[in-house]
């Protein structure tokens, strides 16, 4: 009975410490990027571990906003909005026709301060909304002031039905020594429930 009750201890003992391992082990890099279904917790330890990741985006009516809050609850790191040095007109019609002929003009409007350094970082997420087809040209500022050759960029944008119109590839363009992955591109109108939506893409992205 004494050497039945001590097999049982010894094997109940094993378990919980091979269970206990399985919950703690921090995921190694090259583990994270093979096994999609890591938990968030462990994705998150990966991420954090060793790449620094920015969140930095543009947004005029708060969709792209919300989008890269999204990310940036799930991934972690930093979170910056590029804000105009000239603010866009409040009005709906008014910042069409602005967008439309800085688009036209191939402007380059500047940015305030961002507080941060974005070269600084390992990993880059990048948001904007679709103006007119393309990103508005205060991205094209973005690009062109920040070089990040042997970076990692990852675009969202939202959008109210051009998808991502081609940004994607205008962003490898822009960075062409940036290792520039599959972006995702949201509805605006409804990015309130896309929360899920968003994890599910990072999730595929190994975050
Ligand atoms: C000036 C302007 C131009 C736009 N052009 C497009 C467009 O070409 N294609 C499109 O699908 N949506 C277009 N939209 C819709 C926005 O991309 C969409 O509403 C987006 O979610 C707004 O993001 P934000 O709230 O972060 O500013 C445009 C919106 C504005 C204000």
Redesign the pocket.
Known sequence: MKKILSIVLVFSLLFAFSACGSKTQPTSQAQSETDATDTQAQTNEASSGGKKILTV???????????ANYIHSTVGGDIVRINPVKAYPDN?ND??D???EERDNKARPEFKDLGVNPEDYDVVFVG???????M?MIMFTFFEKYDFSSKTIIPF???????D?GTYDTIKELEPNATVLEGHAV???S?GSAESEVKDWLAGLKY
């Not at 944008?157 to 998808?163: D, F, I, Q």
Request: glycine share 14%; no cysteine; hydrophobic share 25%.
């Open positions: 985006y543009f947004s005029w009516s708060g969709n792209t906003e919300t989008f709906y910042v069409a602005y967008a439309k904007y909304p679709i103006w007119w087809y393309t508005p944008n939202t959008h109210e039905g051009s998808g119109s509805s605006g109108g990015i």
